[in-house]
Each structure stands twice: as C-alpha cells, then as structure tokens.
C-alpha cells in the first residue's frame, strides 16, 4: 500500500514550479543580477588585487617583494640607473605578499584586471609599464 | 461578401490547396494561368506547384519556428535563473539562432574512423524528416491544412514513431559506448510512453468517432452554458494530464532526458556528432517540442477553434483565418512555456522511476480513463 502514500498530486513539483515562475516574472525582490560585461562593468573594490604599480620615488630595489614571491614571478631590473621589480603577471596569483612585504609601501595592486594578452612576452610587465610618478600626479 | 460566409461557416475549405485555388479564381487570375498549363496539357503541373509553394510556406514556418523556439528556451532558462540570456546578437539577442546556425554549417563534419558511415549520415536524416511530416495533417487554422487525413492522429502517432528507430541508428552506428547507452535509453522511454501517449488520445478519438485532426477541432468548437469552451481538456482532464506527461517524455525533455543526459552519458546518441549533422539533430528535438505541443493544442485545448466567435464584430470577417492562425499560436506557445519551465524546475529522473512510471502507474491510469470514458459514452452521458 505504499502508493496511498505517494503525492499524487504532485505538490512539490508544482511549488517548485510557483517558485520558478516567480523568478521569470520577476515577482519580489528577483533582479537580474548578471552584468553585460563588455558594455558595462561591476564597480572594482578599492582593495581588489589587479595588476601591480610602483611608486617610481619610493622603490628603493631591495629585492623583498622578489624573494617573498610565492610563485618567483617577481624580478628586480635595472631602469634608468635605478633597479625596479618586474611582474611576469602570467606567473602572478594575485596574493598581494609582495604589497604587504615592501618596506617603503612602494608597490601597489590597481584595480585593472583586463590582463588578457596575444602571447607570453607581453605578459611580463617591465618597469616602464608598471612604474607610476606620485609626486608628478600631485 | 467571400469572408462573410466563411465566418458563418457557410464555406469551409478542406484543405489550403483549395483555399488558394479559391483566392486565385476569387481574384480572378486562376482561370488564366490553368489556361496556360491546359494549352501543353499540363494540369497536373499547376496542380503540383500549388502542392509545393503550400509545403514551402508550411517548412519555411516550422523552420523560423524552430529557430524563434531556440532563442525562447535560452531566454526562459536566462529569467528563471535571474540571468540575461542572449543579448548582444540583434535585439534582445533574436538573430542569435542565425549565428548559431552559421557557426555550426562553418563546423568540421566528423564521421568517426569506426563508424558505421552510411548509416551514421542516414540517422540526422531520418530524425528530421519525419519531425518535419508530422505537420501535414495539423490544421494551423480554418482551412490552413495542407492534407485533412481521415487518419489523421493515426498517422501522426506511426509518423512519430519512426524517431526510436533513427535514434537507435545514430547510437549504433556512432560505435561509442555512450551513443548506444543513450539509444537504448531513449529507445525504451519512447516505446513505454507512446503506449499511455496512444491510449489517451484514444479516448479523445471516442468523442468525436474521427481520427481525422479537423474533426476533431470542428468537436471542439462552441461554449458550455455560453463561458466554458468545449475543450477536450474539461471532459478529459486526466486524459490532458497524462497525454502532456507522456508527450514531454517522448519529446525526451527534462525530466525524462534520459536519450542526452549530459551528466551522465556525454551527450547521449549524438555524442559523436558535429557540424550539420548535429544541427539536425538539434532542429529536430524542437520540431518535435513545438509539433508536440501542437498534438497537445489540437486534441485538448480546442486547436484553431475560436470559443467566444460571437464577441468579435462582423466587420473582422475577412480576418477568420488570420484569427484562428494567432489563437492557435498562442495555445501551442503555452503548451511550449510549460514544458521549458517544467525543463528549468525539476531535475532529471532515474531511469528505473521512469520506466516505472510508464509502465506501472501511466498505463494503467490510462486504460482507466479509456474505460470510463467508455462506460460514460455507452451510457449516453455525452
């Protein structure tokens, strides 16, 4: 007699059902919450960790934020008679040690994250690419 | 005048051929051109000509039908799970159908080394063409028919029948493993549901003592007690219930996709195809899914026929056809948003429930319902 025991009236089907039509008619509070990406963009929090930048006065190229790298993605290169690091951001992962270890509070993570590129070389960011000004933007 | 007794219903057309035959000599150009074929005693040419524009216009139909079907099912999947769907393709994403289609024609054909070619390229075919035939006898509309069979439901049911075999082909002769689970999967699903699919029909077939699909509407025509209209689905609602069930099982949907399901088998009987070949199989399911939902229409839901035909002023006359066409649509395109949003609700069943399901509580229910739908017809009730 298992059978008298069964919904026959499907009933959880049918709430299920009620619950997905209220999503297609948007009944309460059920947005749209996906973002057309390319044609508009989700607001980046200001601690988001995206591609690297150092201050171009406060780097003193002591090689911390090299030797703490998990990944070895950092290198220190000389620019300009000075030595400044440089980001293979196809090696990154974003964890931010090298931001955290800079004893001058020189390095930086903006919030860009479009980092797509065409082949491995342009992917190791130099520092004429990551090198920002501080006095200059004052 | 012409509209004005077709809306009465003093001149009803068994077929298009007759009502383009009628438009043509209403206008007065068919006399001309049969004059013209006569002179090389060709007739039967016009004739044919005729047949073809009529099934050109009916596959040109099915086939945006098809292509609107499949931006519509990604658009119902996208509001459920409060997403977009597709956007940027055209407005609001309609020319995206296009796209998919240019991309798969521009698609590598692959036949597998081990395959067994001439069947593996004769499976798409076989699927498709009859998903395409079960259209013929389904009237659209009053007189939008391209044959009134007077087997018409009989002819639908053994049409439809002949895709077990073209899936059981694609699986087969894929020589994979997954093709042939999924074959044999969807093999037994379409044989244990076209029984309870059949025999519900059936009981629709005992109130109107016609096979024939216009019959059947013609039944269905006019109100109870002036609001009710006299569907099939307010005499039958079990005999609805089931034949919805056992049509979505046959359409292999969700949650009896049981021929694809992707989680488990890769892509069921078309795993290993690609390209044009796939395509077919694609436009195929939704051929399937809307000539489904338009069986659905016909048998329960009063296809063409206009309930409240008194409501609308005489002057709409010229319109019947075009009415009737829209009405239609509109009852077959309910019909094809349940089955995507019953799709995006439940998950998939087992296949033991399923089979079950068939065999143990579907049958049954169904003969129940044939019996006292008997019983009540033998006793005069109807």
């Known amino acids: 007699m298992t059978w008298i025991s069964k919904d026959w009236a499907m009933g959880g089907i049918i709430k299920g059902l009620i619950v997905t039509l209220k999503h297609v008619f948007r009944v309460g509070n059920r947005p749209t919450v996906t973002v057309q990406y390319p044609f508009e963009r989700m607001k980046v929090q200001p601690r988001f960790r995206g591609l690297h930048a150092v201050d171009e006065n406060a780097c003193i190229g002591c090689g911390i934020c090299e030797t703490n790298c998990p990944n070895s993605t950092i290198t220190i290169v000389k620019h300009n008679t000075n030595w400044y690091p440089q980001v293979n951001v196809g090696m990154c992962l974003f964890c931010g040690i090298c931001v955290d270890v800079c004893p001058m509070n020189a390095m930086k993570m903006t919030g860009n994250y479009e980092l797509a590129d065409y082949n491995r070389e342009s992917l190791i960011y130099g520092p004429d690419r990551l090198l920002f000004n501080k006095e200059v933007n004052k | ?382």
């Open chain 2, 1 to 382: 005048m012409l509209f004005l007794a077709m809306w009465t219903g003093d001149i009803m057309f068994a077929n298009t051929y007759e009502l383009i035959v009628f438009i043509l000599n209403y206008i007065g150009i068919y006399d001309p051109i049969y004059n013209v074929f006569k002179m090389f005693g060709l007739e039967y040419l016009l004739r044919i000509i005729i047949v073809l524009v009529e099934i050109a216009v009916l596959f040109v139909f099915i086939l945006l039908t098809i292509m609107f079907l499949t931006w519509m099912e990604r658009k119902v999947v996208a509001m459920v799970q409060a997403r977009y769907g597709p956007m940027v393709t055209g407005p609001r994403g309609l020319l995206q159908p296009v796209m998919d289609g240019v991309k798969l024609i521009g698609k590598e054909d692959i036949i597998p080394a081990k395959a067994d070619r001439w069947v593996f390229t004769l499976a798409p075919f076989l699927i498709f063409i009859p998903a395409l035939l079960v259209f013929i006898p389904l009237p659209f509309g009053e007189s939008l028919i391209i044959s009134d069979l007077n087997v018409g439901l009989l002819y639908i049911i053994a049409i439809s029948a002949i895709s077990p075999i073209a899936i059981l082909m694609a699986g087969w002769a894929s020589n994979n493993k997954y093709s042939l689970m999924g074959a044999v999967r969807a093999v037994a699903q379409d044989l244990s549901y076209t029984i309870p699919l059949a025999l519900s029909a059936i009981a629709v077939v005992l109130f109107t003592g016609s096979l024939s699909t216009v019959d059947i509407v013609t039944a269905q025509s006019g109100t109870w007690f002036g609001f009710i209209p006299k569907w099939f689905i307010f005499l039958q609602p079990l005999g609805f219930i089931l034949f919805l069930i056992a049509s979505i099982a046959e359409m292999g949907r969700i949650p009896f996709d049981f021929q694809e399901s992707e989680s488990e088998l890769v892509a069921g009987f078309f795993t290993e195809y690609s390209g044009m070949k796939f395509a077919m199989f694609f436009l195929a399911e939704y051929a399937h899914l809307f000539s489904v939902s338009a069986i659905v229409v016909t048998l329960f839901l009063g296809g063409w026929s206009i309930p409240f035909l008194n409501l609308i002023p005489a002057t709409f006359a010229a319109l019947v056809p075009i009415i009737s066409l829209v009405v239609f649509v509109i009852k077959t395109y309910a019909i094809i948003f349940f089955a995507m949003w019953l799709r995006d609700t439940v998950p998939r069943m087992r296949i033991d429930q399923l089979l079950n399901l068939g065999w143990k509580t579907m049958i049954p229910l169904a003969l129940l319902n044939l019996l006292v739908t008997a019983l009540l017809m033998t006793a005069g009730v109807f």
